[in-house]
């Protein structure tokens, strides 16, 4: 089967959409990745690249074929709505010419924010008569919304109507977790909607560890946070939690990432004399195993809200396949993933007193109790999300739209 992967966000950019790539190559599918120039998270261009112009590479087996983009540069909602609009543009409009002459089954969005990258997938769509399969990643307009990037009424009933119009000119819309389903099949009108997980990192999986920077020390019960540093993640919650503990209760708290929070952190640990809070920054994927071997318990936050509530962040299946007991601050799928594993301890989201109570009942836990947690979440990692079984039931939903619209265009004629 002949696949068009579009997605604005790839390697060398760190996706998992990258890996989903490699396992569909594996499943014997002959892959082209249409997206855009890397630049994130920092803003600029990555060496070798050009914010003009269309480049093509081959990486693991597959053609990447870039269009332009405006780069996002150092921050600012004008430069990223740009640096989106840019891409949308240079798809929907580059991307066929660069496509030119090649045949494609099936069209696969990965529909991270913004959904609006989907439209392109449209263009392509009715050009290349494929069918197209939307892998929807965040409920617009409601993440809009809740990270307060749009405040407007009238502007978020606009983007609902967009994202009705793209759903409905799907042939079928994959979604990250069961609680997705209402919303999505609210707005989808006749197109079919399946639950697709995110599968787990396929080195974290593999169990090798590259070397890594960062060493915890010893003697402290050290907490891993490892992710986007942003304003979803109740960054305000976890320093609360730790600063109601204090420096001397013996645990540490590590934030690995970065985000739009960065500045607001170093200034928060700085006044408030957050000893026990080490802002870590963001170190290369390939190091975050080792990094959480490390870990006595790895921590997952969000704020909370019905739209975050329905949401797994990726960063749970990481965390099963590390082996490592699971502190999630939020609500919704996420912590019943956790509970459900028996891989960890859960508590509502934005609550900074329950966070610091579950901190220490892990830490008060005996190392043997820790280490069953960790063992039943690789248990659930490899029943749920392995990712070659997930790549394999991708394939699948691809056929199934493939074939469905081949049944359809048979009727219409």
Not at 54 to 77: D, K, M, N, S, T
């Amino acid at each position: 089967m002949k696949v068009l992967l579009l997605s604005q966000h790839f390697w060398p950019e760190s996706f998992r959409i990258n890996e989903v790539a490699q396992s569909l190559v594996e499943q014997g599918c002959e892959v082209t990745v249409l997206t855009g120039k890397p630049n994130y998270p920092e803003g600029a261009l990555f060496p070798g690249y050009r914010a003009g112009g269309v480049q093509r590479e081959r990486h693991e087996g597959y053609e990447i074929v870039r269009v332009p983009l405006l780069p996002r540069g150092p921050g600012g909602a004008r430069r990223l709505v740009l640096n989106y609009l840019s891409f949308l543009a240079c798809a929907s409009l580059l991307g066929p010419w660069a496509l030119r002459g090649q045949r494609f089954d099936a069209i696969f969005v990965y529909g991270t924010s913004p959904i609006l990258q989907a439209i392109a997938a449209i263009v392509l769509k009715w050009i290349k008569r494929a069918a197209l399969v939307v892998w929807v990643q965040d409920l617009w307009p409601d993440s809009l919304e809740i990270t307060g990037f749009v405040r407007n009424r009238r502007l978020l009933a606009a983007v609902a109507v967009v994202v009705r119009w793209i759903y409905r000119r799907s042939d079928l819309l994959l979604v990250q977790s069961p609680a997705f389903i209402p919303p999505v099949r609210a707005m989808a009108g006749r197109t079919p909607v399946r639950v697709h997980e995110n599968p787990g990192d396929r080195a974290g999986a593999s169990g090798a560890h590259a070397a890594t920077t960062l060493q915890l020390p010893a003697g402290t019960f050290n907490i891993v946070f490892a992710g986007n540093l942003g304003t979803v993640q109740s960054l305000d919650c976890v320093l609360d939690a730790a600063e109601q503990l204090g420096a001397d209760s013996g645990i540490r708290w590590v934030l690995v990432g970065s985000g739009a929070r960065d500045a607001w952190l170093a200034e928060q640990v700085a006044a408030r004399g957050l000893r026990q809070v080490q802002l870590a920054g963001r170190l290369p994927p390939e190091q975050m195993p080792a990094v959480f071997a490390q870990a006595d318990a790895l921590l997952v936050s969000l704020i909370g809200g019905p739209a975050l509530s329905r949401t797994v962040p990726s960063k749970i299946q990481a965390y099963l396949a590390a082996g490592r007991p699971i502190l999630a601050s939020m609500d919704g799928e996420g912590a019943r993933v956790v509970e459900a594993a028996g891989a960890g301890l859960a508590c509502a989201a934005e609550d900074a007193k329950a966070l610091a109570q579950a901190a220490q009942a892990l830490q008060a836990m005996p190392a043997a109790q820790r280490q069953r947690m960790g063992e039943a979440g690789r248990r659930y990692y490899a029943e749920h999300y392995e990712p070659g079984r997930l790549a394999q039931a991708l394939v699948e939903h691809m056929r199934s739209a493939v074939a469905a619209r081949h049944s359809q265009e048979e009727k219409v004629q």
